[in-house]
């Protein structure tokens, strides 16, 4: 017998076997999938007529079910339940009215992403109160569960919170416990906790709220507390960006049919939950669906009375009272009931507006004016103000009159100068600044032309960029019970702005009013640093006539 006779080599032999166990590895763990897929089956078959009434753990244990049944019914449950499967997980989870409410809510959110209706929902909730655990741990990997083709895009405040969530998301898809309720696997090349993959190509991307995702898509979008702290939360650049990177970035990955989910606590007013929120409102944007869940309740609801806790065993009253206590009223408002503005205001209470019928005798009073500048007449655009202000010979300030609007550059002038002459102002005051700079020639010419010297023009300083510091000046008069408005003031949007500031959406009045105290700090008690009249021909002619030397209304 030749050489080319013989039978394979050692090596070959030993390929041979590694493949074959390699292979009946594989066929064995197709084996315990099919298995336990097969076994999933035949507990629904066998438990279907029983557990069709088994709605929950609690009723669960009511039932006289083997071990192994109530094993079979547990993971019916868990694809049946969102609440269900995170109490597969963490069987002492404390889950009250609130936590099963949001569950229901979320499972219906998510019935409406599978049938492509657009679902859009806002969720506001205390802090601690277990929001992101359901809607950015559990929710996205439940929900893949039943669809692992769908993708997910998880954003929060900061990408290292986002990708928090995405690691906890993506152990639950690795854990056995989750394969023998689902046969989602995820996708062993693409693993990374920023971004993965299941086998059937749906997946989870985590960023944060600015951050990139251009290349994602989404058949949900889930923003869980996009407001760092109250710093962000009361910087107009950091809502603008947030609202800017909604529109451009975040929305243009939903997918057709997509959902939005935001779950927060409320900040202020103009965050991107009441942005969206007004947008609703108004029609000028998605209609969403608003669930405020108020640590105390506010009124009357379907699972509690007024004055009631929201989830007691977590939090109970007494807490939740030294937790006000602690805070303050507006931390207390915004992250607590989901209310940005407390009801007496925040920054200016109800109290310190004091109200008036009609003026006092106009011969005793000196009138100003005070303008915050606005350039452009679209409503993105910040108003412009003119206030109307007169003072009494006690130093008490009466607001007469104000201008609010979107005006055009030659309309401001127009408003500064006839508003001036028709009130018989002594100053006018303006914020110094670029837009004064860029109006100055125009509203010269215009005062030149109408022989408007009647007044002075005042530039203010703003004394920097801290609104409420700038403010503190005219807060303080108003404290003092020296600052009087008209009665049809009262409930006005300015007086709605004056009580919501700083979390109003507009802070354009407050600003004027700002400088209605700084002047007045500026002028000496008592008087107004007004520049002498410039006397005419006409008027030195008596003194003339009488040898005498005409005096600045400084002078006397």
């Not at 007529?49 to 009511?62: D, H, M, T």
Request: aromatic residues 10%; glycine residues 8%; charged residues 25%.
């Amino acid at each position: 017998m030749s050489d080319f006779d013989k039978g394979p080599t050692r090596a070959e032999k030993i390929e041979a076997r590694k493949k074959a166990l390699r292979a009946a590895l594989d066929d064995n763990e197709g084996a315990v999938h099919e298995k336990i897929n097969k076994e999933n089956q035949q507990a629904e078959e066998q438990l279907n007529q029983n557990i069709a009434k088994v709605k929950s753990y609690a009723e669960l244990q009511k039932q006289n079910f083997s071990l192994e049944e109530q094993e079979f019914a547990r993971r019916v449950l868990a694809r049946r339940s969102l609440l269900a499967f995170i109490l597969r997980f963490e069987p002492l989870y404390q889950a009250g009215w609130v936590h099963k409410l949001i569950c229901e809510e979320l499972e219906n959110f998510f019935d409406d992403c599978k049938a492509g209706k657009s679902p859009r929902l806002m969720l506001f909730m205390p802090p601690r109160g277990g929001k992101s655990l359901i809607a950015s741990h559990y929710f996205p990997a439940w929900a893949l569960g039943h669809r692992p083709d769908f993708e997910f895009i998880s954003t929060s405040y900061s990408s290292q919170l986002a990708e928090t969530f995405s690691r906890k998301a993506r152990g639950l898809l690795k854990d056995p416990s989750y394969h023998a309720v689902f046969k989602t696997r995820l996708d062993e090349s693409t693993q990374a906790v920023g971004q993965w993959l299941t086998t059937k190509k749906g997946g989870y991307v985590a960023a944060g709220v600015g951050g990139g995702i251009t290349g994602k898509g989404a058949h949900c979008l889930i923003i869980d507390d996009p407001v760092r702290n109250q710093e962000d939360a009361d910087s107009y650049t950091v809502r603008e960006m947030q609202k800017g990177w909604y529109e451009s970035t975040a929305y243009t990955r939903l997918a057709p049919g997509g959902g939005v989910l935001i779950i927060q606590t409320r900040w202020h007013l103009d965050d991107l939950s009441g942005w969206l929120e007004d947008k609703s409102d108004n029609g000028s944007g998605d209609k969403f669906k608003v669930i405020r869940f108020p640590a105390v309740a506010t009124e009357d609801e379907q699972f509690r009375k007024e004055g009631e806790a929201l989830h007691p065993d977590r939090y109970d009253l007494t807490a939740l009272e030294r937790i006000k206590q602690a805070v303050g009223p507006r931390t207390w408002a915004s992250l607590y009931q989901q209310n940005p503005v407390p009801d007496d205001g925040v920054y200016f209470k109800k109290p310190t507006f004091h109200w008036y019928d009609s003026l006092p005798d106009a011969s005793t009073l000196r009138f100003y004016s005070s303008w915050d500048l606005a350039i452009g007449v679209k409503e993105v655009n910040d108003y412009t103000v003119g206030v109307i202000w007169a003072v009494d010979p006690n130093e008490n300030v009466y607001i007469v009159n104000y201008h609010r609007g979107h005006f055009p550059a030659d309309e401001i002038i127009e408003r500064v100068i006839t508003s001036a002459l028709e009130h018989k102002c002594q100053v006018v005051t303006i914020e110094k600044g670029q837009i004064l700079m860029s109006l100055g020639p125009a509203l010269n010419k215009s005062i030149q032309d109408r022989k408007a010297y009647s007044f002075v023009i005042h530039p203010m300083g703003t004394r920097g960029q801290d609104k409420m510091l700038r403010a503190r000046s005219i807060q303080a008069r108003m404290m003092q019970g020296r600052v009087y408005f008209p009665k049809n003031f009262e409930g006005s949007a300015v007086h709605t702005e004056m009580l919501q500031f700083p979390s109003a959406k507009h802070d354009d009045f407050v600003d004027a009013m700002a400088y209605i105290g700084l002047f007045l700090e500026e002028a000496a008690p008592g008087t107004v640093p007004v520049e002498p009249k410039k006397l005419s021909w006409r008027d030195k002619l008596p003194s003339i006539m009488s040898g005498s030397r005409a005096t600045s209304s400084m002078a006397s």
